[in-house]
T-cell receptor
Framework: DSGVTQTPKHLITATGQRVTLRCSPR?????VYWYQQSLDQGLQFLIQ???????AKGNILERFSAQQFPDLHSELNLSSLELGDSALYFC??????????????FGPGTRLTVT | GNSVTQMEGPVTLSEEAFLTINCTYT??????LFWYVQYPGEGLQLLLK?????DKGSNKGFEATYRKETTSFHLEKGSVQVSDSAVYFC?????????????FGTGTRLTIIP
């Protein structure tokens, strides 16, 4: 158990809908990262938050957005869903900025299926 | 940009065989290198890491050495077990003003048969 929790575990929804994925980082971790794992794209970085502020953006679609709240949990919002958004979405957390040397702890993921 | 290239799988070995999974990288600076493992139905777990050239990361019998001259970080284990069956990801992190995103390889699925 990494200490990172994600809810829900599974989500099935229809095209055009909007969903919210939730992540609680390990106690004390200030950075939260979101990754998407799909068969065709592999594991891709979406976005990073550090202590409530957006730190970096990766290959995140405009239909997707995220935020980190004062209690440090984070939510990833996916809207106008398309079939191609079906994937496993991982949240990870790390303690602090440390020049890229710090381990990221991954949650169990949320499997999103868009029908 | 940064990239990681892993040997394609799937890889199937017999128990107690020697394992090598090749990983090479492209980066503009001096990245940290990682191997993560994903067991069926689970999230990723850090297996080992190396943060500078010639460092050797090791854990659970697995080893990988950071080779700057060949830009490689190959994963090795001398004697694999059935419990090592999983997907292995090579990754790098090159911090840039706090952006510590991981760039992953495509993953290598390893199956160990008794």
């Amino acid at each position: 158990d990494s200490g990172v929790t994600q809810t829900p575990k599974h989500l099935i929804t229809a095209t055009g809908q909007r969903v919210t994925l939730r992540c609680s980082p390990r106690s004390g971790d200030l950075s939260v990262y979101w990754y998407q794992q799909s068969l065709d794209q592999g594991l891709q970085f979406l976005i990073q938050y550090y202590n409530g502020e957006e730190r970096a953006k990766g290959n995140i679609l405009e239909r997707f957005s995220a935020q980190q709240f004062p209690d440090l949990h984070s939510e990833l919002n996916l809207s106008s869903l398309e079939l191609g958004d079906s994937a496993l979405y991982f949240c990870a957390s790390s303690v602090d900025w440390s020049g890229g040397q710090e381990e990221q702890y991954f949650g169990p993921g949320t499997r999103l299926t868009v029908t | 940009g940064n990239s990681v290239t892993q040997m394609e799988g799937p890889v199937t070995l017999s128990e107690e065989a020697f394992l090598t999974i090749n990983c090479t990288y492209t980066a503009t600076g001096y990245p940290s290198l990682f191997w993560y493992v994903q067991y069926p139905g689970e999230g990723l777990q850090l297996l080992l890491k190396a943060t500078k050239a010639d460092d050797k990361g090791s854990n659970k019998g697995f080893e990988a050495t950071y080779r700057k001259e060949t830009t490689s970080f190959h994963l090795e284990k001398g004697s694999v077990q059935v419990s090592d069956s999983a997907v292995y990801f090579c990754a790098l992190s090159e911090a840039n003003f706090g952006n510590e995103k991981l760039t992953f390889g495509t993953g290598t699925r390893l199956t160990i048969i008794p």
